[in-house]
């Protein structure tokens, strides 16, 4: 079964601090993206992977690609990165259907 | 702004009824997705097209229906509503399916509510 796992489901840190989401899914995929969702309900995307390692400003995004595992960081957080962050992927097969996680609610107080 | 367009933002109608969401993809952009995000499924793809034809299907009712017209502009057409159809419902679009030109992006959703 395509099943993506996010970890923690909710996250509440102190401004400033290093802040990591985990993502994890079952069997091989051709993509991997991470969204950010804010309170409003748009969703913008943050980064697409299929290897390696992407940064943006203050995020960065890893994957392993034999551990089946990818990683959002979010360095210096602020109250502005408070958001519902969400690993979706595209399995290989050939679809381009996607799967999504469940989400990881980010509070970053002041 | 993401560049993709989704009409109407809110929608408040009946069970029973039928509405129309509607979506502009960002300019050039040749796919168009369609996702349902409800409090207890959370995100699901509903259905992709790419350039007017049906390229992937996801968990769409039959009661849904959508088409991609030569403009590239997108309509979901959602029928027969029931309560549980309630959700936020996005469009994406991006320039190509695929691993190296597919990142996608969102409008800001429509939010239907059925009573």
């Known amino acids: 079964k395509n099943e993506v796992e996010q970890s923690p489901q909710n996250l509440t840190a102190q401004e400033g601090e290093f802040i990591t989401i985990n993502c994890s899914y079952s069997?091989?995929?051709?993509?991997l993206h991470w969204l950010q969702q804010h309170p409003g309900g748009g969703i913008v995307s943050l980064f697409m992977?299929?290897?390696g390692k992407k940064k943006h400003g203050r995020l960065i995004a890893t994957i392993n690609i034999q551990e089946k595992h990818s990683s959002l960081h979010i360095t210096a957080s602020h109250p502005r990165d408070s958001a519902v962050y969400i690993c979706?992927?595209?399995?290989?097969?050939?679809?381009?259907?996607?799967?999504f996680g469940k989400g990881t609610k980010l509070t970053v107080n002041p | 702004d993401s560049g993709v367009t989704q009409t109407p933002k809110h929608l408040i109608t009946a069970t029973g009824q039928r509405v129309t969401l509607r979506c502009s993809p960002r300019?050039?952009?040749?796919?168009v997705y369609w996702y349902q995000q409800s409090l207890d499924q959370g995100l699901q793809f509903l259905i992709q097209?790419?350039?007017?034809?049906?390229?992937a299907k996801g968990n769409i009712l039959e009661r849904f229906s959508a088409q991609q017209f030569p403009d590239l502009h997108s309509e979901l057409n959602l029928s027969s509503l029931e309560l549980g159809d309630s959700a936020l419902y996005f469009c994406?679009?991006?320039?190509?399916?695929?691993?190296?030109?597919?990142?996608?992006?969102f409008g800001e959703g429509s939010r239907l509510t059925v009573l």
């Open positions: 994406a679009s991006s320039l190509h399916p695929g691993v190296n030109t597919g990142e996608l992006f």
């Open positions: 069997v091989g995929i051709s993509a």
């Open positions: 992977l299929s290897s």
């Open positions: 979706a992927v595209r399995f290989t097969g050939g679809s381009e259907k996607l799967v």
């Open positions: 300019s050039g952009d040749l796919s």
């Open positions: 097209y790419y350039n007017g034809e049906e390229r």
